[in-house]
């Protein structure tokens, strides 16, 4: 029961094209950081299918490549680090789920409500994570590494919780900002259907309360957030409401290649 979670890749040729990789695989951390930046740059995160088809979104490997890959959509942590740690997996990276908890802006820990993905490289541990939504970093992070590791899109770093989980932080001009803390522990795909069907299904789940769609861009990022499409260039926020349906369709094709 539930193996399809735990099923291979489809086609990683696919898949590289879809995020508009088209370099010489390397099992190195250079590599490692242009598949998470391609990924980033070209698959967006959304929720649609639960906030405005009402679904239950499939774990199913299978399934998730022919909904990101096929159909040239998105999705949200627990189908796109999914996708992309069997990618690393197919490519011949070390790599395994890990689960954690979305922290940012809230005051109690929550339940374990979110997946990453952990990659050992040479000795070292990373954490990728292409299913955020939110400001996490574009490049992977050295969970080994207490120091403040400095990306293009600003500074993280990672410190001990006393849950004896690890939490990664932002450091921004207002002062540090909790993003995420995760158990570096062993886990199962498996343990993400549970979850998975609370935010789907859930009343109060922040997945089924409002549309939420995020890329990244080379100059800054664009979204979704409820009716408004907000663009952000380098300091600079532009927002656009979508007052029709016709609106919404035409900015998810535009901004995100998604044609609903």
Known sequence: MYEEVLSPLPDAGAYLKRIGFDSKIRLDLDTLFRLTLCHLETVPFENLDICDGDMVVSLAVSDIFQKVVTKNR?????????????????????????????????????????????????????????????????????????????????????APTEYGETMLWRKTPEGDEKLISFSAGLCDPRDFITPNYYYCKAPDSVFRQKRIVNLRTREGSVSIDGDILRKRLGGEIRETPLSTPEELKAALKEHFGIII
């Open 74 to 158: 998105g999705g949200y942590c627990f189908e796109l680090n999914s996708l992309f740690c069997a990618l690393l997996a197919s490519l011949g990276f070390d790599c395994r789920p890990v689960i954690g908890r979305t922290l940012r802006g809230r005051e109690s820990r929550g339940f374990a409500g979110h997946r990453a993905t952990l990659v050992a490289i040479n000795g070292r541990r990373y954490l990728c994570d292409v299913g955020s939504g939110g400001p996490s970093p574009a490049t992977p992070l050295d969970i080994d590494e207490r120091g403040v590791q400095k990306t293009e899109r600003g500074e993280f770093y990672l």
